[in-house]
Nanobody
């Protein structure tokens, strides 16, 4: 079965960096596209970044220029490099995968299209 396991979260100060990882199994990693989403306390889940099977990427405006999504097909692992972190980036971060035909741009704004989710990893940024 599909399994997604996130890691790499933690507590950092404003301006710091973290790299999240998502180890995937149970599906052909390079054939589907994946994304990172987050949910802050009291807020709706929102898209952070997505990457399709061709390596095309899309980002939320709030993280453009600071975050980079990438994947290693040989390791079946998705990454999110987060730089210049801000307190408003504090949230639980989830990776997700989908077999849908929606575009990654659409999925970024509509998390419901994702089929499988990891358990999440907490990121806390202090000022």
């Amino acid at each position: 079965q599909v399994q997604l396991v996130e890691s790499g979260g933690g507590s950092v100060q404003t301006g710091g960096s973290l790299r999240l990882s998502c180890a995937a199994s149970g599906f052909t990693f390079s054939s589907y596209w994946m994304g990172w989403f987050r949910r802050a306390p009291g807020k709706e889940r929102e898209g952070v970044a997505c990457i399709d099977s061709d390596g095309r990427t899309t980002y939320a405006d709030s993280v453009k220029g600071r975050f980079i999504i990438s994947q290693d097909n040989a390791k079946n692992t998705l990454y999110l490099q987060m730089n210049s972190l801000k307190p408003e980036d504090t949230a639980m971060y989830y990776c997700a995968v989908t077999r849908s035909s929606f575009s990654i741009d659409y999925a970024l704004g509509h998390p419901w299209v994702m089929d499988y989710w990891g358990q999440g990893t907490q990121v806390t940024v202090s000022s």
